[in-house]
């Protein structure tokens, strides 16, 4: 390869889409270089919709004000205490109607393989272009049967839901404006994930001093917390995750989530730490 040639991206082909609805393309955001030098990433259309929101959190200083004004405005711009206000018929509005973005997130902490599991991947699939890797068993492209399944279960989570995508939409906004008005110079977060076995992650390199090159599926469970993560397997694998790819955090949403020091983060290429307990 000449000096003329650039590199091929670290994001193989097959695990990102050629399109998206976020700032910066698949490849890019999916990427190694992404890991290391970071940027924003903003989902279209989000911050002009919602502008009276951001607007309104600019003013309050406490983090727990911003938390309830925020839980309050989802309920009401999405009707989530009266779904029938939406148009959905009362058998719907008392079903899948109640499906929000809460009970998404609860559903993936309590089965990251079940049908909230699948609505959150398939929500970073479109939203980023990170294509879906696993999701109960391993996802080798869009023609195999097992996505096919991935993709019936992900129909079903969404079906007769008041805008749940729109839903995950607002909630990571408002996930990257909380994490920048707290630390507005931070960049990355040091997080960790227990693994029983390194090799059933897809990994593309093996780097000096136990490091290696992993490929992520596209929304991921971490812990800010090491002895956390010790109980979900033997190897401990230690990654700087940009803030930017932090789509919820426990601490966020107190009293919501369990768990302690839980993040979703959105996959791609990571350069990580692979250790024993």
Not at 183 to 194: D, I, S, V, W
């Amino acid at each position: 390869m000449d000096n003329d040639t650039p590199p091929p991206p670290s994001l193989p082909a097959a695990a990102r889409l050629p399109i998206n609805r976020c700032n910066l393309p698949a490849v890019i955001l999916g990427s190694l270089t992404f890991q290391d030098h970071p940027a924003p990433l903003e989902l279209d259309g989000v911050r002009a919709l919602h502008g009276d929101l951001w607007r309104h959190l600019d003013g309050l200083d406490e983090p727990a004000v911003r938390i309830h004004d925020f839980m309050a405005y989802m309920r009401g711009h999405f009707c989530l205490d009266d779904p029938a206000a939406c148009g959905l018929a009362e058998g719907e509005a008392g079903g899948r109607g109640r499906a929000d973005y809460l009970r998404t997130l609860r559903g993936w902490w309590f089965n990251p393989d079940g049908r909230e599991a699948a609505v959150l991947k398939g929500w970073a699939e479109s939203r980023f272009g990170l294509i879906t890797r696993f999701h109960r068993e391993p996802l080798p492209d869009a023609e195999s049967l097992a996505y096919g399944r991935f993709m019936q279960e992900r129909a079903g989570g969404v079906y007769n839901t008041n805008a749940l995508e729109s839903q995950l939409d607002l909630l990571y906004s408002y996930t990257q404006y909380e994490l920048r008005r707290r630390a507005p110079e931070r960049t990355h977060l040091t997080l960790y994930r227990g693994v029983n076995r390194l090799a059933d992650h897809e990994v593309l390199a093996h780097l000096p001093g136990g490091e290696a090159l992993v490929l992520l599926n596209n929304v991921n469970a971490f812990s800010a917390v090491r002895e956390r993560a010790d109980e979900f397997g033997d190897y401990i694998l230690t990654v700087k995750v940009p803030t930017a790819k932090v789509c919820c955090f426990q601490d966020l949403l107190p009293g919501v989530l369990q768990g302690e020091g839980e993040h979703l983060v959105i996959g791609g290429v990571y350069r990580v730490k692979v250790s024993l307990i």
